[in-house]
């Protein structure tokens, strides 16, 4: 993974997104098109402003943090800004959509 995209817990979820603009991808390893939206982040990394991050969130293992947002179908993605949910994506979103979420 880049330094863009990390990995979240139940744990350490708030100390990720509380600060600064970040983009949540709530996803599975079973997931088929969590698995596309994945590329498609992995694709946008080099395209992001500077004070934007990717936080990836396993269903299967941070289940608090997935029904605290009410994620009820994955992929679902979280604009957060300063750890507040400002946009909200569900199922797979193509690149531009994103980018123009983030700027």
Do not use: H, Y
């Amino acid at each position: 993974m880049s330094e863009k995209i990390a990995e979240a817990t139940d744990k350490d979820f708030q100390e990720k997104t509380e600060k600064g603009t970040v983009l949540v991808d709530f996803w599975a390893t079973w997931c088929g098109p969590c698995r596309m939206q994945g590329e498609i982040l992995q694709g946008m990394v080099g395209k992001l402003p500077d004070n934007v991050r990717i936080v990836k969130v396993n269903v299967d293992e941070a289940g608090e943090t997935a029904a605290r947002f009410g994620v009820r179908s994955i992929p679902t993605l979280l604009v957060m800004k300063d750890g507040e949910k400002v946009q909200e994506f569900v199922g797979v979103q193509d690149e531009a959509s994103l980018i123009k979420a983030l700027s």
